[in-house]
């Protein structure tokens, strides 16, 4: 029944039927809140009117409490796929009608939640297509001795790990990998800030990116925004760094090509790689990249303080 022939009828019928008051509202078996009518529609006499704005409130509640996010087929470290798992959310429309006949003509004291599945972007068919063919590989090289530096390394390594870019699509590395903070457990490294060596939270990361860049220029992807440090850096050879800084500079690229593209990103034993693999029915437009010295810096020590607006 929906609900404006339900408001129809009432007002036709010059009444409504006693509702039951209290309503449980459950999932999966749990009661999740417990509400009562009179909460939820306006103090006036007459066919009740529901007041929207509490409602929405309500729907917002149990959505917090019984959605879950989709999560996406990956490659595990040995690159079998993890098959991809469906997500749930409100089924809102469905939500509405149920709390509309508890408040027009009572009845049940329970309303079971409604839900509706949400599916990844990536599922174990699209990543079965994608992950043979390497059409881009570059790696870098670090001094493991600096803990906190090989830590944040890592992290956003891992972070842009089994991501995947759709045709025409634009990543992002700092929307990828978010801001880099003490409670994602990034530390506190060597930055370069206006040619300038500092100590801040998430250092090394740039070297992340670069590597990155460097992939993903071989790969024939399209450099839409990268920028250079200003000073050389060891780990790449001149003018094929990618700076960035979660207040600052991004490197961004596109996917031109007709298939998806998967990132796979590791880093570990003083080393870090980053391959781009596709279809194997691609065709791609690889560009020459110079490689990267295998040869460690020395240790450096820095000025032991935070920069605001930091290039990493």
């Not at 809140?33 to 509640?61: C, F, H, S, T």
């Not at 939640?113 to 590989?137: F, H, Q, T, W």
Request: aromatic share 8%; hydrophobic share 40%.
């Amino acid at each position: 029944m929906s609900v404006k022939w339900m408001l129809a009828a009432l007002l036709l019928a010059g009444g409504t039927a006693e509702p039951q008051q209290s309503l449980s509202i459950v999932h999966q078996g749990d009661t999740v809140i417990q509400i009562d009518k009179e909460d939820y529609v306006y103090d006036q006499p007459g066919v009740p009117i529901v007041d929207e704005a509490k409602l929405a409130a309500l729907m917002d509640r149990i959505a917090e409490q019984v959605e879950t996010e989709p999560r996406n087929a990956v490659l595990d470290g040995a690159g079998r796929i993890v098959p991809e798992k469906p997500g749930t959310k409100l089924h809102a429309a469905e939500f509405r009608g149920r709390f509309y006949s508890y408040v027009f003509e009572g009845g049940a004291a329970e309303l079971e939640v409604p839900l509706r599945s949400v599916y990844p972007r990536v599922d174990s068919e699209i990543l079965s297509n994608i992950k043979l063919n390497a059409i881009g590989s570059y790696a870098t090289y670090f001094n493991s001795r600096n803990r906190n530096r090989s830590s944040n390394i890592a992290l956003s390594a891992q972070a842009i790990n089994n991501v995947v870019v759709f045709p025409g699509e634009r990543f992002s590395f700092n929307g990828t990998v978010g801001k880099r903070t003490r409670e994602k457990g990034y530390l506190r490294a060597p930055v370069i800030v206006r040619g300038e060596l500092y100590e801040d939270i998430g250092g090394g990361i740039c070297q992340v990116s670069s590597t990155l860049f460097n992939a993903a220029d071989r790969a024939g992807l399209t450099i839409v925004e990268r920028f250079s440090h200003s000073r050389n850096v060891h780990y790449v050879p001149s003018g094929r760094d990618a700076t960035v800084s979660w207040y600052g500079p991004d490197f961004v690229f596109t996917n031109p090509y007709n298939h998806p593209i998967l990132i796979r990103a590791f880093a570990s034993a003083g080393a870090v790689s980053v391959s781009i693999f596709s279809s194997d029915m691609l065709e791609t437009r690889q560009r020459e990249v110079p490689g990267a010295s295998k040869t460690l810096p020395e240790e450096v020590r820095v000025e032991n303080r935070s920069v605001g607006g930091k290039r990493e």
